[in-house]
């Protein structure tokens, strides 16, 4: 069965750190880029950041770039997110996905709930 499971998600607060993480199954994962989404209480879907298939280039949204940093374990088949300097704007379901950029139908988790409060 092709999917993608995250975890990590949680509550932290401001200033924090989290770590997400994205179990691939299914599919030969290496061969694909693979990339972070999120979707903030009553918005769109948002493009985080992106990984090449060798972990050669990531790719960050000016929201996130230098407070995260995504990662991924091709034998693992995981793909990771790891979140510092949380702020409370980064409260949202984060999903993992494949390939570059946000692409309408592509292959999406369940997402995983990150709240950053005090």
């Known amino acids: 069965q092709v999917q993608l499971v995250e975890s990590g998600g949680g509550m932290v607060q401001p200033g924090g750190s989290l770590r997400l993480s994205c179990a691939a199954s299914?599919?030969?994962?290496?061969?694909?880029?693979m990339t972070w989404l999120r979707q903030a209480p009553g918005k769109g879907l948002e493009w985080v950041s992106a990984?090449?298939?060798?972990?050669?280039?990531?790719y960050y949204a000016n929201s996130v770039k230098g407070r995260f940093t995504i990662s991924r374990d091709n034998a693992k088949n995981t793909l990771f997110l790891q979140m510092n300097s949380l702020k409370s704007e980064d409260t949202a379901l984060y999903y993992c996905?494949?390939?570059?950029?946000?692409?309408?139908?592509?292959?999406r988790g369940q997402g995983t709930q990150v709240t950053v409060s005090s």
């Open positions: 990984i090449a298939r060798d972990s050669g280039i990531a």
């Open positions: 996905a494949r390939g570059l950029k946000l692409i309408p139908g592509q292959l």
């Open positions: 299914g599919f030969t994962f290496g061969l694909h880029y």
